[in-house]
């Protein structure tokens, strides 16, 4: 093993940009890896479900491009994870197709690594009958319509399969659905290095410069391990690391800054250090990984609930907004009555979200003493076809438009609508059915690599 190993997230999210200045200036440590996440569920389910990706190709372009010629330039890996967004094998394709344009136009040569992530359902469904799955979080337990019914089934790796393709002479890894940690954990696991040092680093390391002051994902983060310890330091020298800032990000997606779990356990962080090396880097020691007893991957599948409509008004007289719930409740018997004979109640959903009233959160708003001057209304029709979610959603909206309420002292024009037409197609709307941890003895075996050279 060598005294250290430093690599570099190249940013937070492939295709949200990052200064190709501070790449450069990363590049001058010599890295052994560089690395970047793509994909993330923050965005909702839509994007499994559809097969398309968050961020548009051109983008993805413009952060790829200088981050593949700086790897090979270098002769080190570039280590892509969850690859074009939510890492099914038609993300993984998008992404592969973007790579072999960028290396043939730059006449680059490379040993392409490819970990597909996609999950039968007679996997899950073997798995189920034998009690190897369980909820992840507060979810149902899972049933066999439900998987039945699920169009794309992702599992979530670990650092096994990127392991692999690195030990095989990947110049490449463009992996599906991966942790985040396992993008930049891989290598140093691999080359003997502290897994739980490993690990949360590469926890840090995939938000990018989340970690620093300013604040933000979009820039490059250096990260250096050492036998008991690593440090983490921006590329760009106007941010910079502190205890602070370093320690903060043990929150970040977790509801306990002590510990966070991987495919490989859990990684224990509650003897942790976080202590200022120099004006801007941090040096953390004391993470340690307690291994899982029980393998498990976690499972990510879509179904279609249906299509959706929805259109945004503004509501600025107080007597309306002090009205509001009679106003909906009113609305929503209008259109029942309206679509009877065509639709039954539990074939489309009508929703009412309501900004700067109780948009957010809904139901569980604590602060509803304050009236605000105007409220942004949000109606959204969900129906099992486009066109009769644009039915509900033209029934609601036109109602809404005119619908009385006690006070009222106009006969129209409750809304205001900032855009003309006033409804939007919202397309297929995809849910999350499946959110569930899958047991295994051997998990690495779900994820498949092959080897393709480009160039």
Do not use: W
Request: charged residues 25%; hydrophobic residues 40%; aromatic residues 6%.
């Amino acid at each position: 093993m060598p005294d250290s190993l430093c690599f570099v997230s190249a940013c937070g999210m492939l295709g949200y940009g990052y200064p190709p200045e501070s790449l450069d200036r990363a590049m001058t440590r010599r890295p052994a890896m560089l690395g970047v996440d793509s994909g993330s569920t923050d965005s909702g389910p839509y994007y499994l479900g559809s097969g398309k990706s968050f961020v548009t190709p051109q983008q993805v372009i413009r952060d790829l491009e200088p981050a593949l010629g700086a790897a090979r330039l270098a002769g080190i890996p570039l280590v892509i994870g969850s690859a074009g967004g939510s890492g099914s094998r038609v993300h993984v394709a998008a992404l592969t197709a973007l790579l072999r344009q960028i290396a043939a136009r730059r006449r680059l040569r490379l040993r392409l690594a490819v970990i597909h992530a996609d999950v039968d359902r007679t996997v899950v469904l073997d798995a189920m009958r034998q009690g190897r799955v369980r909820p992840c979080g507060p979810v149902p337990p899972l049933d066999e319509p439900t998987v039945r019914a699920s169009n794309r089934i992702v599992a979530q790796m670990g650092t096994g399969p990127i392991r692999r393709a690195l030990r095989e002479g990947a110049d490449v890894v463009a992996a599906g659905r991966a942790c985040d940690t396992a993008i930049f954990a891989a290598l140093p696991i691999e080359r003997g290095f502290d897994p739980g040092l490993a690990l949360h680093a590469a926890k840090i390391a995939e938000c990018g410069t989340l970690c620093a002051t300013p604040g933000g994902a979009n820039d490059a983060l250096i990260c250096t391990l050492a036998e008991e310890h690593f440090t983490v330091e921006p590329a760009n020298p106007a941010k910079r690391c502190t205890p602070e800032t370093v320690a903060a990000h043990s929150l970040y997606e977790q509801p306990d800054p002590n510990c966070f779990y991987e495919p490989e356990g859990k990684v224990d962080l509650s003897d942790c250090r976080f202590e200022q090396l120099d004006e801007r880097t941090v040096k953390v020691s004391g993470s340690r990984l307690v291994p899982a007893a029980q393998a498990t991957v976690k499972l990510e599948g879509t179904r279609l609930v249906g299509h959706r409509a929805i259109a945004v008004a503004g509501i600025r007289d107080p007597a309306a907004i002090a009205q509001l719930d009679e106003l909906q409740q009113g609305v929503r018997r209008s259109v029942a009555r309206s679509v009877e004979g065509t639709l039954r109640e539990d074939e489309y959903r009508l929703r009412f979200l309501r900004y700067g009233l109780d948009g957010v959160l809904g139901r569980h708003e604590t602060a509803r003493d304050n009236r605000p001057h105007e409220v942004g209304l949000v109606i959204d029709a969900v129906a099992q076809t486009q066109e009769l979610a644009d039915y509900v959603l033209s029934l609601a909206r036109s109602t809404a438009l005119h619908q009385p309420f006690p006070g009222r002292k106009t006969t129209a024009g409750n809304l205001a609508f900032p855009f003309s037409p006033s409804d939007f197609q919202g397309g297929p709307l995809y849910e999350f059915a499946i959110y569930h941890l899958l047991e295994l003895d051997d998990p690495d075996r779900l994820f498949p690599v092959t080897f393709e050279e480009v160039g």
